[in-house]
């Protein structure tokens, strides 16, 4: 069975200044696909990034990338340029090759402070 | 429609009472998930319909919960005897086929509270 994990319960980082969100997994499969999703108070799961295990380029969406370590199954997000509407928890996200299901870390609360 | 629509979006039940949960998924997605999320954690998955059918519904954690969809489109998650242990907040998702290629889309969530 997959898991991840997230060390960090909670960050905080001002309002401009870069903040890494750190994420572990483990697994055996060879390919599967990670995904950083934020949670604000709406309750609703938006998608923030996603990288494919076989993909070495490390995916970047505006402002959010990802350092994707394969070998060492570690899959970290930094936000740069930190802004207020950032402020929001924060999961991590494995899936295996079938799709048909999301393993879910524990989430990182993210407080950017004006 | 243009999102994934839940309801109701809280409900408050006595314990021992029967729930419905309905989710409204994305038109023209076949596959739909439903998560629960305990207090502070991570979201825990439940059950996965292709369609009408659901063929992983190893999350679910206990005879009490059953879950049906019809229509390739409502999906009803029901709750029997509810227990103080099953308030959490209920998500749902759809996609296109799987969700990997295209992503999954999220409703905002059934918060359940049992007193």
């Known amino acids: 069975a997959q898991t991840v994990t997230q060390s960090q319960p909670e960050m905080s980082v001002q309002e401009a200044e870069t903040v890494t969100l750190s994420c572990t997994y483990d697994t055996s499969e060879n390919n599967y696909y990670l995904f950083w999703y934020k949670q604000p108070p709406s309750r609703q799961m938006i998608l923030v990034i996603r990288q494919e295990a076989y993909k070495q380029q490390n995916a970047t969406e505006n402002r959010f990338s990802v350092n994707f370590q394969k070998a060492a199954k570690s899959f970290s997000l930094k936000i740069s340029d930190s802004q207020l509407g950032d402020t929001a928890m924060y999961f991590c996200?494995?899936?295996?090759?079938?799709?048909?299901?999301?393993?879910f870390g524990g989430g990182t609360r993210v407080l950017v402070k004006p | 429609g243009a999102g994934v629509s839940q309801s109701p979006s809280n409900k408050v039940t006595e314990k021992g009472k029967d729930v419905e949960l309905r989710c409204d998924p994305i038109?023209?997605?076949?596959?739909l998930y439903w998560y629960r999320q305990s207090l502070g954690q991570g979201l825990e998955f439940l059950i996965y319909?292709?369609?009408?059918?659901?063929?992983?519904k190893s999350g679910l954690p206990s005879d009490r919960f059953s879950a049906e969809r019809t229509g390739g489109s409502v999906s009803t998650l029901t709750i029997q005897r509810t227990q103080q242990e099953d308030s959490a907040v209920y998500l749902c998702?759809?996609?296109?086929?799987?969700?990997?290629?295209?992503?999954?889309?999220f409703g905002s969530g059934t918060r359940l509270t049992v007193v």
């Open positions: 038109s023209g997605h076949t596959a």
């Open positions: 996200a494995f899936s295996g090759a079938a799709g048909n299901k999301l393993t």
């Open positions: 319909f292709q369609g009408n059918s659901a063929p992983d």
């Open positions: 998702a759809s996609s296109l086929a799987g969700g990997l290629d295209y992503g999954y889309t």
